[in-house]
Structure formats: structure tokens, C-alpha cells
């Protein structure tokens, strides 16, 4: 079977400090990777996807990155955080090829920028 | 531009009693709409998903109804449970164009108290 996971589950940091946030899949190959964020009482935003090691596709301008440097890993970055970066992330994964199909969902990293 | 709207924003019932909750999307073209259930700081985990074609989908004491013509869909729970308090989201995929984005609602908050 498939799970994701994630890292940290927490995270503290302090503004204009960097930002690494990973994700892992494991139990199925080539998958579409996303990267959400959730503010709190909203919905959530997509912030990157991947369909291939390498390719990353951003939805929304900001200060953060993404890389897929393996198939079943998608790593979130950023060099200097921002007070507005804080908030719940969200990896996911969905079968290739299947842009609208279900897309599964890790425990999240919840992270306060200070 | 695709939206989603949820109703109500957040919802307190007693365990034992049935609730519905009201989701109106305008995503075009229209592919499927899901329902996730949210559990407080867990990433989301698929309900049930629908196709246009598809009017009625069960899983457990969850019945999803949707309608495409007037594009609207709603969420039953029967015989609540407190286990059943969580963020209930309502997703809308497109069709067509790019597939991998998907439209979320705000989510509809659900407390069960005993």
C-alpha cells in the first residue's frame, strides 16, 4: 500500500531564516507530487506540483521553492522566511497521469514564523 | 473564475442527530467533485467522489448527492458520531487544460458534542 510522509510534524523559525520542509512516498512510482499550504480559516492553496523528478510547475508568486531531486521525494524551501509564510503544509500525491484524480494527503508540517 | 462555496461555515450538533452540508461550485468544465474529511491538524482523507454522471455516492453514514445541472452538492451524515467533528471539504476538478489543480472550498467545520 501507499503512504506518505512528512516532516517535521512542527516547526518554530524565525523570520528571514531558511526553510526545509520534505516529503516521501513510497508504494508507487512516478507520482504527481503537490505542495499545499492552509491558512487558518481558509482553504487550501497550491502552492507547487511536479510530475517528474525535476519538473516543478508554480501556481502562486512567493518567496518559497520546490524540488523533486527523486521520484518519490518533493522538498519545499526557502532561503529567508516571512511572518506571512506561517501556516499548515500539505504534501500530496496522485497516480500519474491522472491530474484530476484523488489526491492523497500527508499529516502536514504546521509551521509559526516568529 | 472556478470557485467554491461551502455552507454553513461551521456547524454544532448533538451525537446521534443527521446534519447536511451544502457545497455550490462554478469549476467549468466539470470533471468530479470530492468530499474530504479533515480532522484537526491531519492532513484531508477522501469521502466520497462523484462524476457528472453520478447523482448518489455512499460510504458508511456519508451519502454525497450531486447535482450538475444546478451544481450543487451536499454531504449527509447520519446518526453522528463525535468522531465525526472535523473540517468536511468539498473539491471540484476540471476538466481539460491543466489538469493537476484542483478547486477547494473553505471547508465546513463540524463539532458532534455528546
Known amino acids: 500500500s501507499q503512504t506518505i510522509h512528512q516532516w517535521p510534524a512542527t516547526l518554530v523559525q524565525p523570520v528571514g531564516s531558511p526553510l526545509s520542509l520534505e516529503c516521501t512516498v513510497e508504494g508507487t512510482s512516478n507520482p504527481n507530487l503537490y505542495w499545499y499550504r492552509q491558512a487558518a480559516g481558509r482553504g487550501l492553496q497550491l502552492l507547487f506540483y511536479s510530475v517528474g523528478i525535476g519538473q516543478i510547475s508554480s501556481e502562486v508568486p512567493q518567496n518559497l521553492s520546490a524540488s523533486r531531486p527523486q521520484d518519490r521525494q518533493f522538498i519545499l524551501s526557502s532561503k529567508k522566511l516571512l511572518l506571512s509564510d506561517s501556516g499548515f503544509y500539505l504534501c500530496?500525491?496522485?497516480?500519474?497521469?491522472?491530474?484530476?484524480?484523488?489526491?492523497?494527503f500527508g499529516p502536514g508540517t504546521r509551521l509559526l514564523v516568529l | 473564475k472556478n470557485q467554491v462555496e461551502q455552507s454553513p461555515q461551521s456547524l454544532i450538533i448533538l451525537e446521534g442527530k443527521n446534519c447536511t452540508l451544502q457545497?455550490?461550485?462554478?469549476?467549468?468544465?466539470?470533471?468530479?467533485l470530492r468530499w474530504y474529511k479533515q480532522d484537526t491538524g491531519r492532513g484531508p482523507v477522501s469521502l466520497t467522489i462523484?462524476?457528472?454522471?453520478?447523482n448518489t455516492k455512499s460510504n458508511g453514514r456519508y451519502t454525497a448527492t450531486l447535482d450538475a445541472d444546478t451544481k450543487q452538492s451536499s454531504l449527509h451524515i447520519t446518526a453522528s458520531q463525535l468522531s465525526d467533528s472535523a473540517s468536511y471539504i468539498c473539491v471540484v476538478s476540471a476538466s481539460g487544460g491543466s489538469n493537476y489543480k484542483l478547486t477547494f472550498g473553505k471547508g465546513t467545520l463540524l463539532t458532534v458534542n455528546p
Open positions: 500530496a500525491w496522485s497516480v500519474t497521469g491522472t491530474g484530476g484524480g484523488t489526491q492523497y
Open positions: 462523484m462524476t457528472f454522471s453520478e
Open positions: 457545497c455550490n461550485y462554478t469549476v467549468s468544465p466539470f470533471s468530479n
